[in-house]
């Protein structure tokens, strides 16, 4: 799937500051790099770059850091009903808070559903890239197949390359799947396609069957580099900031109703770890290569067996 470039597919595709807060978002700027004509540099600084951390640890970090938030906003709700004078408790008081913060809980539930359903509907676009990527190697294969037995060594040399993928995917490290773009795998993929095109048709047959090839091949490229920007996570930071900001209210809110006691302390660090655990499968789920949370391999192994058959 992720192994072979088609040569004008590149640059058809083609054309650092670190930022640092609750997650990192660069879709946009790869998206951008691969329409601006500037792909071939964009591959050499990917290269160049130190290896991608494990987005698992960043994910962590980031749902310890909002159950932080929320369960240290409820305890500071806690505390300030001990202090706050009586008259600011009063039932009016308490009231108005219990509107503010009813706002507040509508939009902060309708943004955390928006996000999980963009995070599942990229998990779910790239497992079905993946599924149809798998039945096209299988309509590639089949296609040399028919040509003739010159096909034979490019053939085998698919299953190679194949196979190495689905080694750098199951793995599940972002290091791994850095290799997907270095320009070792960026040489095979255009050598892969350039052995394709130098076949030579003898008949009306074969020269559908290398056109037909070629455009398998350029179809396979496409997804390539469609699963390699989708690789990284799509949550915008502001917007992940706010959110946490707005559970963080609610909780203060939460503390600040109710007198402190082991009962309501307990319900709190389990209403936390909720929302945190939340938060920690977005993030997940946007990173559909790598992470805890990931796309099956299974159909491309399934097709690692029908190869070169």
């Given amino acids: 799937m992720l192994t072979y470039a088609h040569g004008h597919q590149q640059s058809r595709l083609a054309g650092p500051a670190k930022v640092r807060a609750w997650t990192t978002s660069t879709t946009a700027k790869e998206t951008a790099c691969w ?12 290269h160049a770059r130190p290896q991608m951390e494990d987005p698992r640890v960043d994910h962590l970090v980031i749902a310890s850091i909002v159950f932080a938030c929320v369960f240290g906003s409820g305890l500071l709700g806690l505390y300030l009903r001990e202090r706050l004078p009586a008259h600011h408790l009063s039932d009016d008081s308490i009231g108005v808070v219990k509107l503010a913060t009813g706002l507040i809980a509508t939009m902060a539930a ?12 990229s998990f779910d676009t790239a497992n079905g890239e993946l599924v149809q990527n798998a039945a096209t190697v299988i309509q590639l294969d089949r296609v040399l197949a028919k040509y003739g037995p010159e096909t034979q060594e490019i053939r085998a040399s698919l299953k190679r390359n194949y196979a190495g993928a689905i080694q750098i995917l199951a793995s599940g490290d972002a290091a791994q799947l ?6 070792e795998t960026i040489n095979r993929s255009e050598d892969f396609e350039r052995r394709v095109d130098e076949l ?15 455009q398998l091949v350029d179809q ?3 997804a390539r580099w469609l699963a390699l920007l989708q690789a990284r996570g799509s949550i915008p930071t502001p ?10 209210i609610i909780f203060g809110a939460f503390g600040l109703f109710t007198p402190r006691n082991g009962t309501v302390v307990a319900a709190m660090v389990l209403c936390a770890l909720s929302t945190s655990g939340a938060i920690f499968m977005i993030q997940e789920m946007s990173t559909p290569l790598s992470g805890t ?9 399934d097709t690692l067996g029908r190869l070169d058959q």
């Fill in 35 to 46: 329409t601006t004509g500037a792909g071939a540099e964009y591959l050499q600084a990917q």
């Fill in 110 to 121: 309708l943004v955390l559903g928006l996000l999980i359903s963009s995070a599942k509907s």
């Fill in 178 to 183: 850095a290799k997907l773009n270095n320009s």
């Fill in 200 to 214: 030579t048709p003898s008949n009306d047959t074969q020269r559908g069957l290398k056109a037909r090839a070629l």
């Fill in 220 to 222: 396979v490229s496409a």
């Fill in 239 to 248: 917007l992940l900031v706010v959110l946490v900001a707005w559970l963080s």
């Fill in 293 to 301: 949370v990931r796309v099956s391999v299974a159909p491309m192994r």
